[in-house]
Every structure is written in structure tokens, then in C-alpha cells.
């Protein structure tokens, strides 16, 4: 390790003392994590919150193998450390990053290809909402998904922090973007966003008003984290040749479906997950992201959208916010 600042030998943490409710969440006290050569400290200031939390803490979804226990996918701050082998981070630079695992603490270790600048003016805060939904909406919609300038693409849950990623960077990129959210005030929150429409699925049929916007042709591309009966229906409201990408599955991961409109319409669907990729791919993605998107970061035209922040020891409250579902934007912990 080179370079370090004065970094204390423990930390306060959040453990889930046992799988459960938010209440498991509790504050205590560990070592501050070792730095890899290939790793960079990072003192963080604010962390994330996302459902892949919820899972975690719940016992539904542990952290890959020699990843940390400890809860939290995306962190921003100063360095603190940095490994023998890193070249590109010096102590004090402001960076934010994708972790497997350790967020919710006053220090993390990230592999240094899996930070990135803070972008602008962005606050810690903010900087800490862009990692996890920043990497999940490129590789899936821009990079898998190929959209382009002038195509349609339909958001579900658009008022998340998936989802108010996805409209806000498809809009940015020049496509059409249509949403679905679950109250009038969402709607509103999203279409100020770049929706050209916004669609209350609990008034509203998604496939009919889409069908209705796009004069029968559909969407070019779909992305959802509903699963279940929607995979039927997104099928229906794809265009020919359109690309339906599945990022999580709320509403179950088994569906009856009837293949036929797949190969009639020569659709392309495809799923991933990026927690368990390896560093290498973290990093292509995350230099996809300095080179096309990070620009529009730093001019302000992109800012992403934070709904509430809670202390880093009040992060039971912040699961049962994110729990409630009310939220639209991201929820993030202060350290």
C-alpha cells in the first residue's frame, strides 16, 4: 500500500446481525479493510441504497465469493490508500465506485478499474448515486440493448433508481422514452425527467397505450424488472426486431408464455446480472461510461436524482424507506 493518509485501524460498519426485517441492521466496529496492490481505500462519504440490499440482508442474495459481507454495491469519497500496482489514483482524488460488497462503512476497498472521477460539481451524495444504476442502464439498454437515437424504449418502473437512470439517459441519447409508474405523482416526476409519456400501470394498460403512441408498431426496446405476467405482455408491445432486456424479476422469475410472437417478430431477449462479473468486465463498462456519459455529468446536463439520505447508522430506516416503495430516485446513506 502507498501513498496512504492517516486511515484509523477500525471503522464503523452496518452488519445484518441475522437474515430479516431492516431491524437487523446495526452499527459496529471492524478493522478497516486491507488494500489489494490492484486497490484503491476509499474514505467514503456517502453510499447507495438499492433492492440488491433488501435481498442481501433478507439472506436472498450473498455476496460473491471473496467479496465482503458487509452490505453496499456503490460508494463515493476521497482516496485514502492506494494499492502498489495502481497508477492512475493519488491520495485525495474524489472518486466514486462499484463494490461486490462493503459500502456501508467509513472506508472501502475497490479494485481500481471499478472507479471512476466524481463528474462536475456532483456532491458525495449525488456521486453515490451513480455507480450501481449507471453501470446496470449502460451495459444493459446501451450496450447489450443497442439503442439509438430515434428508437422507442419502454422503462418500466420509472420513478426507481433504475428507472429514472434509464429514462433520463435514453432521453439524453436521443431516443423516445415511455414509462410506466405506479401513482400520478411518479408519473409527473418521470415525464419532467424526458418521458414523453408516462403510464400509471395501476390505471392504465401499458401495451394499449404504447400500441396507440407508436400507431401499432411498438417499442425497439424494453427494459424491466418486473418478470412474471409482464414478460407475455412485453412481448406484445415490442416492435419487429425489438430487444427485450430483463434486469430483475419483482414479480417472479417463472412465466407461461407463448413463444410465437418472439420468432414472428424476431425479438432478441436477454437478462444479465453484474454483480458477479469480474473486475475486467466492471472496468470496460466503467470506461464505457467516463468516455459517453461522464461528459454530460459534468456539464449538468445529467444529474442524478436523489429522493433522501439517512445517517450511515440509521440505514434500517433507509431499507424500510426503499421498502415502502414511495420513493422516486435514490436513497442514499451519509457517512
Same mark, same amino acid.
Given at each position: 500500500?502507498?501513498?496512504?493518509?492517516?486511515?484509523? &485501524?477500525?471503522?464503523?460498519v452496518?452488519?445484518?446481525?441475522?437474515?430479516?426485517? @431492516?431491524?437487523?441492521l /446495526?452499527?459496529?466496529?471492524?478493522?478497516?479493510?486491507?488494500?489489494?496492490?490492484?486497490?484503491?481505500?476509499?474514505?467514503?462519504?456517502?453510499?447507495g441504497?438499492?433492492?440488491?440490499d433488501l435481498?442481501?440482508?433478507q439472506?436472498?442474495?450473498p455476496?460473491?465469493?471473496?467479496?465482503s459481507?458487509?452490505?453496499?454495491? &456503490?460508494v463515493?469519497?476521497?482516496?485514502?490508500?492506494?494499492?502498489?500496482?495502481?497508477?492512475?489514483?493519488?491520495?485525495?482524488?474524489?472518486?466514486c465506485?462499484?463494490?461486490a460488497?462493503?459500502?456501508? +462503512?467509513?472506508?472501502?476497498?475497490a @479494485?481500481?478499474?471499478q472507479?471512476?472521477p466524481v463528474?462536475?460539481d456532483?456532491?458525495?451524495?449525488?456521486?453515490?448515486?451513480?455507480p450501481?444504476?449507471?453501470?446496470?442502464?449502460?451495459?444493459? /439498454?446501451?450496450?447489450r440493448? *443497442?439503442l439509438?437515437?430515434?428508437?422507442?424504449?419502454?422503462?418500466?418502473?420509472?420513478?426507481?433508481?433504475?428507472?429514472?437512470?434509464?429514462?433520463?439517459?435514453?432521453?439524453?441519447?436521443?431516443a423516445?422514452?415511455? +414509462?410506466?409508474?405506479?401513482?400520478?405523482?411518479k408519473?409527473?416526476?418521470?415525464?419532467?425527467?424526458?418521458?414523453?409519456?408516462?403510464i400509471?400501470?395501476?390505471?392504465?394498460?401499458?401495451?394499449?397505450?404504447?400500441?396507440?403512441l407508436?400507431?401499432g408498431?411498438?417499442v &425497439?426496446?424494453?427494459?424491466?424488472?418486473?418478470?412474471?405476467?409482464?414478460?407475455a405482455?412485453n412481448?406484445?408491445?415490442?416492435?419487429?426486431?425489438?430487444r427485450?432486456?430483463?434486469?430483475?424479476?419483482? *414479480?417472479? +422469475? $417463472?412465466? &407461461?408464455?407463448?413463444?410465437?410472437?418472439l420468432?414472428?417478430? $424476431?425479438?432478441?431477449?436477454?437478462?444479465?446480472?453484474?454483480?458477479?462479473?469480474?473486475?475486467e468486465?466492471k472496468?470496460?463498462i466503467?470506461?464505457?461510461?467516463e468516455?459517453?456519459?461522464?461528459?454530460?455529468?459534468?456539464?449538468? $446536463?445529467?444529474r442524478?436524482?436523489?429522493?433522501k439520505?439517512? @445517517?450511515?447508522?440509521?440505514?434500517?430506516?433507509?431499507?424500510?424507506e426503499l421498502?415502502?416503495?414511495?420513493?422516486?430516485?435514490?436513497?442514499?446513506?451519509?457517512?
Amino acid at each position: 500500500m502507498t501513498g496512504a493518509t492517516s486511515v484509523p &485501524e477500525t471503522m464503523t460498519v452496518i452488519e445484518a446481525t441475522t437474515p430479516g426485517g @431492516p431491524e437487523v441492521l /446495526v452499527a459496529k466496529s471492524r478493522a478497516v479493510p486491507a488494500v489489494g496492490p490492484a486497490d484503491v481505500l476509499i474514505a467514503v462519504g456517502a453510499a447507495g441504497v438499492n433492492r440488491p440490499d433488501l435481498l442481501q440482508r433478507q439472506g436472498k442474495y450473498p455476496p460473491p465469493a471473496g467479496a465482503s459481507d458487509i452490505i453496499g454495491l &456503490e460508494v463515493a469519497g476521497s482516496v485514502a490508500a492506494v494499492g502498489d500496482a495502481v497508477t492512475r489514483w493519488r491520495v485525495g482524488d474524489r472518486v466514486c465506485a462499484l463494490v461486490a460488497g462493503g459500502g456501508y +462503512a467509513e472506508y472501502c476497498a475497490a @479494485p481500481a478499474p471499478q472507479c471512476l472521477p466524481v463528474p462536475g460539481d456532483l456532491t458525495d451524495v449525488e456521486a453515490a448515486a451513480l455507480p450501481e444504476t449507471f453501470f446496470t442502464v449502460w451495459t444493459n /439498454v446501451f450496450e447489450r440493448g *443497442r439503442l439509438q437515437p430515434g428508437e422507442r424504449i419502454l422503462v418500466h418502473g420509472g420513478a426507481s433508481g433504475i428507472g429514472t437512470t434509464a429514462v433520463m439517459l435514453a432521453h439524453a441519447f436521443g431516443a423516445t422514452v415511455y +414509462a410506466t409508474a405506479g401513482t400520478a405523482e411518479k408519473c409527473v416526476a418521470v415525464e419532467r425527467l424526458g418521458a414523453a409519456r408516462a403510464i400509471n400501470y395501476r390505471t392504465e394498460d401499458f401495451v394499449e397505450v404504447v400500441k396507440d403512441l407508436t400507431k401499432g408498431r411498438g417499442v &425497439e426496446v424494453v427494459l424491466d424488472m418486473v418478470g412474471g405476467d409482464y414478460l407475455a405482455r412485453n412481448l406484445d408491445v415490442l416492435a419487429v426486431e425489438g430487444r427485450l432486456i430483463q434486469i430483475a424479476f419483482l *414479480r417472479g +422469475a $417463472r412465466a &407461461e408464455v407463448n413463444l410465437a410472437p418472439l420468432m414472428q417478430k $424476431r425479438i432478441w431477449f436477454t437478462g444479465s446480472t453484474l454483480r458477479p462479473r469480474t473486475v475486467e468486465q466492471k472496468g470496460a463498462i466503467a470506461r464505457g461510461l467516463e468516455e459517453h456519459v461522464w461528459p454530460k455529468l459534468a456539464t449538468g $446536463r445529467l444529474r442524478p436524482v436523489i429522493y433522501k439520505t439517512f @445517517p450511515l447508522t440509521a440505514a434500517a430506516a433507509a431499507h424500510a424507506e426503499l421498502e415502502r416503495g414511495e420513493h422516486i430516485g435514490k436513497i442514499v446513506l451519509t457517512v
